[in-house]
């Protein structure tokens, strides 16, 4: 079928009328007519409505529709009736269906626009907010665990033997590969600066130290944060987002007990059972090191590793990396609870637990170190 050229006129008719004559198919956007015409007929003034005639249209798409919104901009800023109901049902309907939620102009400068200290207020009382549903998720965690002492948590415990074994067993590799190569760089770079005063035997004391009492538990709590508390975010996330959390209180089941106490409980259980794995590897990776490039034998490297470990560094680094999985845990599952209902919600709700969960470590391992330092520990 051969296309016929789109047309448009503008032409006056009686009280202040202006027709415009819309012919033609109006296919593409390529060839379409200008609207320089009627935008001066509308200039000249003494025009009250714009009404049209289509009488000879064809075929028409996308096209004519962007042109007649154009036509309503114009009427609009020059205080003209834009009588939509002249044009063809389907096109009229269109129309309609744009004016009633029209676009919002401007949302990004009037973003721009806001005072510098509303913005900051703002910024406060979201920060306030977040702190305070922390604090809150915080205490119902607690209560759960009480809850759970007393016997009377509404939880399973083959839930929280499958978290342990998600979160401990299967969590053995990466955390051995990343706490081997620690002992290996922390033993390298000791044996590098204390060979030049004639110290290098000592490097088999730095590894011990700085593993046992520190880099293991900081090391593994962030790779389990990255692990299972972005996990525990998407599973959370993923049934907040299919109402599944919604369905749990409709059946007066607590969320926080059903779902959230197993994955605690399982991370306060491993957790100090994988610093101590970390332990071991890290100073085996030391101990090749200081074998291989130093000439210590095997048995007076590992003398003075155990000779360098006392009970109390020993102890703390066990107890950090307990309080590192409470804090892992806890992040991961409030920003899964707190996970929206759009498609990408459960993305920033992982993306946000990780983020969150390392900065809580590495901000609890500084006033941990005040602590110890102010105890002479």
């Not at 309907?93 to 939620?101: E, P, R, S, T, Y």
């Not at 415990?157 to 299967?170: A, E, F, I």
Request: aromatic letters at 6%; proline letters at 3%; a neutral charge.
């Amino acid at each position: 079928m051969a296309v016929i050229p789109p047309r448009l006129a503008a032409r006056r008719g009686q009280a202040g009328v202006v027709i415009v004559d819309i012919a033609g198919d109006w296919l593409g956007r390529k060839t379409l007519p200008d609207v320089g015409p009627l935008e001066k007929e509308l200039a000249a003034g003494g025009v009250s409505a714009l009404e049209f005639a289509a009488h000879e249209l064809g075929r028409w798409d996308s096209a004519l529709m962007a042109r007649i919104l154009a036509i309503d901009d114009l009427c609009t800023k020059a205080n003209v009736e834009f009588r939509a109901k002249t044009l063809p049902h389907g096109l009229a309907q269109l129309i309609a269906l744009a004016d009633a939620v029209p676009e919002k102009k401007d949302a990004a400068r009037e973003e721009a626009k806001r005072p510098f200290l509303r913005r900051v207020g703002e910024s406060g009382l979201g920060a306030w907010n977040g702190g305070a549903a922390m604090l809150s998720f915080m205490g119902e965690s607690v209560l759960a665990f009480v809850q759970m002492l007393r016997g009377r948590a509404q939880f399973r415990w083959s839930d929280t033997l499958l978290v342990m074994q998600q979160c401990g067993p299967q969590a053995l590799g990466i955390v051995a590969l990343i706490n081997f190569l620690i002992g290996l760089i922390l033993a390298f770079v000791g044996a590098t600066e204390l060979s030049q005063f004639g110290a290098a035997i000592f490097t088999a004391d730095l590894v011990a130290i700085a593993t046992v009492r520190e880099m293991a538990c900081i090391m593994t709590g962030i790779i389990i944060c990255g692990r299972t508390g972005a996990a525990f975010a998407a599973q959370l996330g993923t049934m907040k987002v299919n109402q599944e959390i919604e369905a749990f209180q409709t059946f007066g089941i607590s969320p926080v007990e059903f779902l959230v106490l197993p994955r605690l409980l399982a991370l306060i259980l491993m957790m100090p059972l994988l610093c101590l794995f970390a332990d071991l590897i890290s100073i085996a990776g030391g101990f090749l090191v200081s074998t291989l490039m130093l000439d210590v034998t095997p048995a007076l490297y590992l003398h003075r590793t155990v000779a360098a470990i006392s009970l109390v560094n020993f102890l703390l680094g066990i107890s950090k990396g307990a309080f590192f999985g409470v804090l892992v845990a806890l992040s991961g599952c409030l920003r899964g609870m707190q996970c929206g209902t759009n498609a990408a919600a459960v993305g920033e709700a992982t993306t946000s637990a990780v983020v969150t969960g390392i900065t809580c470590i590495i901000a609890s391992d500084g006033i941990f170190a005040v602590i110890c330092n102010a105890l002479n520990i």
